[in-house]
């Protein structure tokens, strides 16, 4: 055997490990490039989650201001139709909860559909009345705010017909109807009209509450003419709206009652608005002392029409009496908001006789 061969399996022992450190060596480089990806990769997501976590918290910020306003008579009275259905007589607890996340859902984007548009069109008249808005508040661009107006526009009849079918969505199509008409074109500049819009409202809002819970219990259904009653009072009674908005009308150019009548002839409004307050208010007292004698809850008749004939008769007086804005806007954001809320619970209780 030569020496070449003798020396041959040393050789190889001596070098083999060589390849086995250079494997080492390439392995080091390569974690390290993991953990770079790995770091610019949770980088991006904090980034993306503090601009997702930014937006979001922008959008509450404006959808507050957007909806603060009117959150009372609005929401208030979508929560204040549901709440007497689901107790007369009493509903099982999943379906009442469901009822109520479905009104509290459709509540919000009816709400929203109106107000991106009626603040989206009328920015000098909330610049001087309503400057938290957030238009002038500085919240949100007029871009901006038509984003949100078509945004709004194609979810809220989406997201009603999804939630509670054919009628819902029907219905959220009829309130951006009229929406359009009052506010975007031909948008006809007179008190009639604006007493008609609150009106027609009205009776969209209970009767979208009705379409959601007839979808699921078919004997609940509201009678046209209760609702249709409780529209016409609404109809007859808002215009207390325009006695603390009077410069800003003024200056948006709007025709209301107290800028058509003038300062010297707008105790007439005062009285005229007073009087509707008693007799519509006296009206349906008899009509709910009729209904109570076939009605599974009487003493709940009696006690909600006696209380709403006493509030009534106090906004009444309140409008006559009122001496500033300050007063005006109080009894129209509170004491008008709350007898609303007392209306919607009597003519749910006198459809339990109907």
Same mark, same amino acid.
């Given at each position: 055997?030569?020496?070449?061969?003798?020396?041959?399996?040393?050789?190889?022992?001596?070098?083999?490990?060589?390849?086995?450190?250079?494997?080492?060596?390439?392995?080091?480089? /390569?974690?390290?490039?993991?953990?770079?990806? $790995?770091? &610019?990769?949770?980088?991006? +997501? =904090? #980034? !993306?989650?503090?601009? *997702?976590?930014?937006?979001?918290?922008?959008?509450?910020?404006?959808?507050?201001?957007?909806?603060?306003?009117?959150?009372?008579?609005?929401?208030?009275?979508?929560?204040?139709?549901?709440?007497?259905?689901?107790?007369?007589?009493?509903?099982?607890?999943? /379906?009442?909860?469901?009822?109520?996340?479905? $009104?509290? &859902?459709?509540?919000?984007? +009816? =709400? #929203? !559909?109106?107000?991106? *548009?009626?603040?989206?069109?009328?920015?000098?008249?909330?610049?001087?009345?309503?400057?938290?808005?957030?238009?002038?508040?500085?919240?949100?661009?007029?871009?901006?705010?038509?984003?949100?107006?078509?945004?709004?526009?194609?979810?809220?009849?989406?997201? /009603?017909?999804?939630?509670?079918?054919?009628?819902?969505?029907?219905?959220?199509?009829?309130? =951006?109807?009229?929406?359009?008409?009052?506010?975007?074109?031909?948008?006809?500049?007179?008190?009639?009209?604006?007493?008609?819009?609150?009106?027609?409202?009205?009776?969209?809002?209970?009767?979208?509450?009705?379409?959601?819970?007839?979808?699921?219990?078919?004997?609940?259904?509201?009678?046209?003419?209760?609702?249709?009653?409780?529209?016409?009072?609404?109809?007859?009674?808002?215009?207390? =709206?325009?006695?603390?908005?009077?410069?800003?009308?003024?200056?948006?150019?709007?025709?209301?009652?107290?800028?058509?009548?003038?300062?010297?002839?707008?105790?007439?409004?005062?009285?005229?608005?007073?009087?509707?307050?008693?007799?519509?208010?006296?009206?349906?007292?008899?009509?709910?002392?009729?209904?109570?004698?076939?009605?599974?809850?009487?003493?709940?008749?009696?006690?909600?029409?006696?209380?709403?004939?006493?509030?009534?008769?106090?906004?009444?007086?309140?409008?006559?009496?009122?001496?500033?804005?300050?007063?005006?806007?109080?009894?129209?954001?509170?004491?008008?908001?709350?007898?609303?809320?007392?209306?919607?619970?009597?003519?749910?209780?006198?459809?339990?006789?109907?």
């Amino acid at each position: 055997m030569s020496f070449h061969r003798l020396l041959a399996p040393e050789e190889n022992s001596i070098q083999a490990p060589a390849p086995h450190r250079s494997i080492h060596r390439e392995k080091i480089p /390569s974690q390290i490039k993991t953990f770079s990806s $790995i770091s &610019v990769a949770l980088a991006d +997501f =904090q #980034y !993306a989650a503090t601009n *997702v976590s930014s937006f979001l918290n922008h959008e509450v910020l404006v959808t507050e201001a957007l909806l603060r306003s009117n959150a009372g008579t609005t929401l208030g009275g979508f929560l204040f139709a549901i709440i007497p259905r689901l107790l007369l007589p009493p509903m099982p607890l999943y /379906s009442a909860l469901e009822l109520v996340v479905k $009104i509290c &859902v459709v509540g919000v984007g +009816f =709400q #929203y !559909a109106m107000d991106i *548009v009626n603040q989206r069109m009328g920015v000098a008249e909330d610049t001087v009345n309503k400057p938290y808005r957030p238009i002038p508040g500085g919240l949100i661009s007029l871009r901006g705010a038509d984003a949100r107006w078509v945004f709004a526009w194609i979810l809220f009849p989406l997201l /009603s017909y999804t939630l509670s079918g054919y009628w819902v969505g029907i219905w959220a199509l009829v309130w =951006q109807a009229e929406v359009s008409f009052c506010y975007v074109w031909p948008k006809p500049n007179n008190p009639v009209v604006r007493n008609l819009f609150t009106g027609v409202a009205t009776f969209i809002i209970i009767s979208l509450v009705n379409s959601v819970v007839v979808g699921q219990h078919l004997g609940r259904n509201m009678p046209l003419v209760l609702r249709a009653s409780l529209a016409g009072w609404a109809g007859l009674i808002i215009q207390i =709206q325009e006695f603390h908005d009077v410069e800003g009308d003024r200056i948006a150019g709007k025709k209301t009652l107290p800028l058509v009548l003038g300062e010297t002839k707008v105790w007439l409004m005062r009285y005229a608005t007073c009087w509707v307050f008693f007799t519509t208010h006296a009206l349906f007292l008899l009509w709910g002392l009729v209904l109570a004698q076939s009605s599974s809850w009487p003493h709940g008749i009696y006690a909600a029409g006696a209380m709403q004939v006493v509030l009534g008769a106090a906004v009444g007086l309140r409008v006559i009496w009122s001496d500033s804005m300050a007063k005006d806007r109080e009894t129209y954001f509170y004491w008008l908001t709350v007898l609303f809320w007392l209306m919607i619970v009597y003519i749910s209780l006198l459809s339990t006789a109907m």
